[in-house]
């Protein structure tokens, strides 16, 4: 029913969204302590998360898993507290690999919540659609796209403030940081289940 380049659209608008700012924060949280040096530790870790999420998609799709959306609601400004508390405490020492492994496993699992987060409203889109590989592609494709720019934009931030305004990293990092979790806790708040 739809084209390809309609699901890169709802892809990149959901990752774009401003009012659904919840991405953008965990995306924020999860490229702070890294610098352009690192992009390529930073991209495997954004496309762990993507894959994640398309696999969360798939399974409620396909209708695999069905979900309590009000859980998931909640779960999501935890994973970007939780992501934003591990990344302070990483990005103010030296990166190890398996900081990065456990890093890495756990960005997988929360795109997995993540993914849980928008699967109704996906699943209502796919309704339709008798092949839903398709566009379980063209909205991963526009996922990938979109954090790439936030990504980029955090690390362009990074460098301006680090290189052009002699800001030391580590308060950089402490008050991006601060600042992701002073935006999440009202999320958590917001989302606590009764």
């Not at 919840?22 to 762990?48: C, E, G, N, S």
């Not at 859980?71 to 030296?94: M, S, W, Y």
């Not at 889109?125 to 720019?149: D, R, W």
Request: aromatic content about 12%; charged content about 10%.
């Amino acid at each position: 029913m739809w084209s390809f380049g309609f699901y890169i659209e709802l892809g990149l608008g959901h990752v774009l969204d401003l009012s659904a700012y919840d991405h953008i924060l965990f995306l924020m949280a999860l490229t702070i302590p890294y610098t352009f040096r690192l992009w390529k530790q930073v991209l495997t870790l954004v496309t762990i998360f993507t894959v994640a999420h398309c696999l969360s998609l798939a399974l409620s799709v396909y209708e695999v898993v069905e979900v309590d959306v009000a859980l998931i609601e909640f779960l999501i400004p935890v994973t970007i507290l939780l992501t934003a508390l591990f990344n302070l405490r990483e990005g103010l020492k030296q990166h190890s690999d398996l900081s990065f492994k456990l890093q890495a496993a756990a960005t997988g699992f929360f795109g997995l919540i993540h993914g849980f987060g928008f699967s109704n409203y996906f699943k209502m889109l796919m309704a339709g659609e008798v092949e839903k590989l398709n566009p379980l592609l063209g909205f991963a494709t526009g996922i990938e796209l979109s954090q790439v720019v936030v990504i980029v934009g955090v690390l362009l931030l990074a460098a301006l403030l680090e290189g052009v305004l002699r800001l030391p990293r580590k308060y950089f990092i402490i008050g991006t940081t601060a600042v992701v979790i002073l935006i999440t806790l009202p999320m958590i708040i917001g989302t606590w289940p009764a």
